[in-house]
């Protein structure tokens, strides 16, 4: 279903041939909008309002018409017809925005084709509409489909009607941009690719060949980053680079993926050149962390620590028997001796400590913080607490020699003598 709204103000004051403004017969100024020819792509018609040649293009099943109490109604009534009446404030202050804000929210636009007129506006009116279409997006899942405006001061005998809609993908581009960096979630841009090629032809389709495979491999990387799968992450982002690589010449309307490409090569290079998995578990925990993911970036930390004692010692860091069972009855168990005061018999006391303040921080993530002791401060804290895991991981995983032969036999000993 398409909807059309359209903005309808107080108009000019209406003058003679001499240049003096008309008056009615109780004295007020009488206001109009100037006759003018107005052309959308193949629609070329004259008429006071640049919502009448919209309307014959688009067809809109439903009309909303805004505007204060001062604006031409009459007007449009005699040149739009079938319309639905938005009454609204002027929008000079902070209340009559919010009231103009109700007005949209309250519009019947869920799941429709929206199509914004926004000529003959006024005051600051069109730009806070045009961020309303942001929220009929993400709130009403609306589709915008044009969002037009007559140039009526074009010193042209026919004025053009462009669309603005690539205004509004620039904002969602930047917001696709911002979910990637800020919390490494490539899925919006990976849509708002998927949408701009299926507005080419088949051929043209054909032409950007690698640009198709470009949305597929976004959204892998999205999953791979959702469910911490570190190895499959750095492949998806070395494949997007991959794909950049070898671009035809990229479309004028898909030219803000550059952007994002230049992104992702900096994101991909963080893991080059580091050889050790447990290095580059200890770099997605950072990542995590940076990207307000502190539940991942724990998993990462911890898993960080069981694949450094297990790899350095040149055991199968990816043996799952190997880090749950064998590793996590020695760590019990020197846990155990700690608890006691005693020195421990296998690890490292500072290896061990970390590892338990790790385990016991996930154990509450993990949880939810559910427990009558758990507070809003408790979770500041934990931040606080995480980034110092990670600090001290840091200085420590790059400092200490755990390897030895002594603990690989311990390791291999825990796991033939009790699994």
């Known amino acids: 279903m398409k909807v059309l709204i359209t903005i309808i103000g107080k108009g000019s004051p209406k003058r003679d041939k001499t240049g003096n403004i008309l008056k009615d017969k109780t004295g007020k100024q009488i206001f109009d ?30 009309i909303y018409v805004m505007g204060t109490t001062e604006s031409l109604w009459k007007l449009a ?57 942001n929220f009929f997006e993400k ?15 074009v010193a042209k005998e026919i004025k053009p ?35 701009k090629l299926k507005e080419f032809s088949i051929e043209e389709r054909k032409r950007l060949s690698k640009l198709n495979s470009l949305p597929k491999v976004l959204s892998k990387s999205a999953n791979a980053f959702g469910f911490t799968a570190l190895e499959f992450y750095i492949k998806s982002l070395q494949d997007i680079t991959d794909i950049a690589k070898n ?13 994002l490409i230049e992104d992702i090569k900096d994101s991909s290079q963080i893991f080059k050149g580091i050889q050790k998995q447990w290095q580059k578990q200890l ?3 950072e990542i995590y962390f940076d990207k307000n993911r502190y539940s991942q970036s724990l998993t990462a930390l911890r ?57 016991d921080l996930r154990n509450k993530s993990n949880h939810g913080f559910i427990g009558k002791s758990s507070s809003e401060a408790e979770i500041n804290q934990s931040i606080e607490k995480l980034q110092n895991y990670i600090k001290e991981a840091k200085e420590l995983l790059f400092t200490i020699n755990i390897k030895s032969q ?14």
Request: net charge negative; hydrophobic share 40%.
């Open 303 to 359: 898993e960080s620590l069981l694949t450094f004692i297990l790899e350095e010692n040149e055991l199968e860091w990816d043996n799952e028997k190997l880090r749950e069972k064998a590793l996590g009855k020695l760590i019990k168990e020197d846990t155990e001796r700690m608890d006691k005061k005693e020195k421990p018999k296998t690890f490292p006391k500072e290896i061990l400590v970390l590892l338990n303040q790790t385990k």
């Open 33 to 62: 909008y100037f006759e003018t020819t107005y052309q959308l792509e193949d629609i070329i018609k004259k008429s006071k309002l640049s919502s009448v040649v919209i309307k014959e293009k688009v067809k809109p099943d439903k």
């Open 406 to 419: 002594k603990l690989k036999n311990k390791i291999i000993e825990s796991l033939s003598a009790n699994f």
């Open 247 to 259: 671009l035809q010449t990229i479309p004028k309307n898909l030219k803000a993926i550059e952007f």
């Open 161 to 195: 009607i462009i669309d603005m809609l690539p205004i509004l993908e620039m904002n969602q581009w930047i917001e696709g941009f911002t979910l990637f960096k800020e919390y490494g979630d490539s899925r919006k841009i990976s849509n708002l690719i998927d949408d």
């Open 77 to 133: 009534d005699e040149l739009i017809g079938d319309y639905e009446k938005v009454i609204i404030p002027f929008g000079t202050n902070h209340e009559e925005f919010w009231q103009i804000f109700d007005a949209l929210a309250g519009l019947d636009v869920e799941n429709k084709e929206i199509y914004l007129d926004l000529t003959h506006g006024f005051r600051s009116i069109p730009l806070f509409i045009s961020t309303v279409m």
């Open 139 to 153: 709130v009403k899942n609306a589709k915008i489909k044009g969002v037009y405006y007559g140039m009526f001061e």
């Open 283 to 285: 770099k997605l925990a």
